[in-house]
């Protein structure tokens, strides 16, 4: 059962649903995953399935799509991806299916019915212009010592989600100052530091 979070309105609590999206990006490593059951679904993309099912996957890239589908995961979990393969227990993706992983993963939030959306590992840039993924140095992943990708479609499907959405809040939890021009006009995306987001999710 999902805790309740609640916003205090003339001496009495509104109550909020939360939802969590996970990127991907190094900052969510400090972030303890099973912890976040307790507070709302999660919603993941890629290679996260290795160490954590969240309650919907997705992936776009072929090769990774393909990797969680013959691993036999989708039998068992909720995962989305653009071309499932027969019998894989995968589905096709319903929203934002030209978008990459992370943006579509935080589409399924946005129509979870969730009132606050947090993301996670959403960090963008590289680390000292260098790739930036927890799955780096691993199959279907660049190394760690390549050059950072270019994150600017990223950012654009991120701001397209969060503008159509404008009754939800949107939370990006980031270890660093790095918020991108666009992003920082949205109203109804706030940036949050990781330690603040920790102490408020022991």
């Not at 030209?98 to 680390?127: E, K, Q, R, V």
């Not at 989600?161 to 939890?173: A, E, F």
Request: net charge positive; charged share 20%; glycine share 8%.
């Amino acid at each position: 059962i999902a805790k309740s979070h609640g916003t205090k309105y003339c001496g009495f609590f509104i109550m909020t649903i939360s939802a969590y999206v996970l990127g991907n990006g190094t900052s969510r490593q400090q972030v303890n995953l099973e912890k976040l059951r307790s507070y709302g679904k999660i919603y993941g993309c890629n290679a996260l399935y290795r160490d954590f099912a969240p309650d919907v996957l997705i992936a776009t890239d072929p090769g990774i799509s393909k990797e969680i589908q013959d691993s036999g995961y989708a039998l068992k979990n909720t995962f989305y991806t653009r071309k499932p393969l027969h019998n894989s227990g995968a589905k096709r993706i319903e929203y934002n299916f030209g978008y990459s992983s992370g943006p579509i993963a935080l589409s399924y939030a946005s129509n979870s019915g969730a009132d606050t959306i947090y993301l996670l590992g959403f960090d963008f840039a590289g680390l000292g212009g260098k790739f930036n993924n927890v799955y780096a140095d691993t199959v279907h992943y660049k190394r760690s010592d390549d050059n950072e990708t270019y994150y600017g479609n990223w950012v654009d499907q991120v701001q397209n989600i969060v503008k159509n959405n404008p009754n939800r809040q949107y939370i990006r939890v980031i270890n660093n100052n790095i918020v991108p021009p666009v992003l920082a006009q949205l109203k109804n995306l706030s940036h949050q530091q990781l330690e603040l987001f920790l102490e408020n999710h022991k």
